[in-house]
């Protein structure tokens, strides 16, 4: 019996390599759609907003090209393989050089790659674009969470008389182009909404543009994409786009004066706990002492990267810490999801509604945060950061504490 034999008659006794193969080819498959679900928030095929767009029509056709090529080599290789397979045939006859072949296989990937330079340069300088901004809003990376700070002025027409800053959920208008200035206090960070734009890095120390425009209202969703620590995994932001005139009444939510909750109650008491053992590091802008002096954070002698968030209108936004705790029941984040355009405006500035307000991570962020949030690997490494936290510490307070508290944060509006 020579080899070829031999190998035929094995290959003849296994059970049906066929099908196995082509069971694992429809596994395959089965994955490969499975990323294509029509509502993955995150899927930078679904542009939702003019960079995007932009984006979207430079990448599909690389897309396809990459794709048609890669399928042709892969093939081709499939086929080689197969066909030249070893079955102890003589070797081929040895040739070296081909001049005709070796030119058009210079020549052929370099159109290709001349095709796809000459719109990515024109894209990359339109996405860079500045002139025709709208609105600047300051975006500072930190772990882990974004901070927003609107600057006072104009943004899309709608008039912005105090500094607004808030966290975790970026709310723009519709159909204006707005400039985010991007950095960040500690390490690199990246900040990125598919459905609207591109990825942006942000540096320490540098100071990033990246264009944001939606064309509809609704909630779309990013996470941090620069490894930037133990938490990374918990770094998340949003875009909220509101329609002008609804974008107005949420800058007027965020400006309205502050509201001391009613004497006795537990939301006073909550006030008091506030002050007592976290306004050290958050703000609640307005929040005044017994005395009527203002009560003001000093987080950068507490936190590594010197700030933490806002705390003023909490339940006007959805999730907490680095975006990635909801706040909302299930059922109404699902109705925000799936809310788009007309309504979406209405629906987002009711701010959590009691129906809506879903206390447990909240709660539980009170009560223990690094465990929701793990800040040192090594958990006595406080000493090298002289004592500073990089997020928020558990305080060990205790549940009375954390009902007051409760009551005070969601009184906020
Ligand atoms: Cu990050």
Redesign the pocket.
Known sequence: MDRSDKTMTTLGDMPSPRRRWTRAALVGLGLVLAGCAKDAPQDYFQPKGPNAEKIDNLQRPVFYIAGIVGVIVLGAVGYIVFKFKDRGQDIPEQSHGNPKLEIALTILPAIILAGIAVPTVITVFELDKKDDTECIINVT?QQ?WWEYDYATGSCGGVEIAEPIVTSGELVIPTDTPVLLRITSRDVI?SYWIPALNGKRDAVPGRLHTLRMQADEAGLYTGQ?T?F?GLS?AR?RQAAVALEPADFQTWVDNQLEPYAAPEADSLAAEGEGTFIANCSKCHQVNGIANSDGSPVLSDPDLYVVSGVAPNLTNLLTRTAIAGWTFDILTEECRTTLWETRGAGFGELYLQGVTPECFDEVALREWLRNPTGMKPMFADATNLESTGGKYRGMPNLNLTEDQIDQLIAFLIERK
């Open positions: 990376g882990w960070h941090c620069e930037c990374h770094m």
